[in-house]
């Protein structure tokens, strides 16, 4: 019988959760790296058994952590990231210019098609590359040098990138999303890029609020089987876009609030969309203490709250950007996890929700895999 | 930054020191003194050790020697106590010894003589933070 397997990285450890395909009696297994933050944990679409953890630390540093069998055992490989040349400045928060200086790992996406491939995604910002299964990295550095690069700077979590997203039918093809930098696509297989952000609009935030680069773009999604649909959640506003990132139009419609981090597609339904309101950029709870899932079904502008299951009173916690994914059975499964350390799993599409782990330390990524 | 990096790639793809006495070196005139290494329970799990190891370090048994040795006995610590390009200590590792802090003490400070002759732990900590 198939089943899921939930991989949710946080603030002291990774945890691995497994059920079968009823997805109701879950098993919960670590904490594994325990004491170590772990920024994000995937494995591999074309081989499950294959899984990536970032493991960092303040006082010692990255580390890249590799399964070969699921999540059982696990093996340290290569931890160097060196940006390529002279790195140069990007801004420091009050506006002056700041060495780039590599921090962590905040986001690995595997390659779609080869197992020893995965990006990684980094603070500050850079993307680089594995071709031998994280024992060696390359930066990709296309990116950073991009004529823009002095001009990033970083979100209030630091400048990272914190989302690659990869194009099924253009392997060329990819996205990433940098706080706070926004939006850059590549044709060329990451050799070359460019901003992605008109339409965009961060009045307030930035003084061109429509400026190529500095948006806060906190996280992209994509359905595989619409690869030129786009949906953003930014700093504030609900995003989407239908031409590839080349333009953006709003679709935060009746949203209690359009601040937030997560964002994620329907598995089946590339115009369904799920995020999960915050009150604001400075509070960083969810609107009234209610925790409330948001799903459309029309791509957006259309909102319903998903609250069955959910906390609906003095609830003050938040859902982090890497912390939300959905799972490929019929129907979908939706999982979100916590800054509380609760992780929620719907196997309906949204419409309930059962807290599968309760009391974990702060989580900072939630990812599933759906095993055959 | 690639252009001034002190290390290279080995044949593994890992990396090594360029220059300088390395663990497994034979000294010409002076035997390898066995060094006394205590490392924090992070680095402990992460290296898969004990509490305490022991490495052999050709004289003369200096600060940059000994963290050369425990990255060479254990390249999983390689980024973990020293940065991987500047191999600066990182800000929150501290060097003790025999009641001493050598945390700012220049690379090619020699270790008090306890320490080279085995008798007293070269003791690797995670500085006090937060609350």
Known sequence: MSGVRVLVGTRKGAFVLTADARRRDWTVEGPEFGGWQIYHLKGSPVDPDRIYASQSLGWF???IQRSDDGGR????????FSYQGVPGTHQWYDGTPHPW?????????PSLDDPDTVYAGVEDAALFRSRDGGASWQELEGLRTHGSGPKWQPGAGGMCLHTVVLD???PERMFVAISAAGVFRTDDGGASWRAANSGLNSEGVLPDPEADVGHCVHRIAMHPSRPDT???????DVMRSDDGGDSWVEVSGNLPSDFGFPIQVHAHEPETVYVVPIKSDSEHYPPEGKLRVYRSRSGGNEWEPLVKGLPQQHCYVNVLRDAMAVDQLDRCGVYFGTTGGDVYASSDDGDSWTAIARDLPSVLSVEVQTIP | ???ARKREPDATGGSRPAAGRRAGDTAPAEAAATVRVVLPEHLRTLAGIG???RLPVSPPVTLSAVLDAIEEAHPVLRGAIRDHDTLARRAFVRFFAVGLDLSHQPADTPLPAAVAAGS????VVGAMAGG
């Open chain 2, 51 to 53: 509490r305490e190891i």
């Open chain 1, 61 to 63: 540093g990255q580390q």
């Open chain 1, 230 to 236: 786009l949906f953003m959640q930014k700093h504030w």
């Open chain 1, 168 to 170: 099924p039918s253009r």
């Open chain 1, 73 to 80: 055992s696990w093996s340290p490989v290569g931890n160097e």
């Open chain 1, 101 to 109: 200086k590599f921090e962590r790992v905040w986001h690995l996406e």
């Open chain 2, 1 to 3: 930054m690639s252009g």
């Open chain 2, 120 to 123: 007293e732990p070269f003791v």
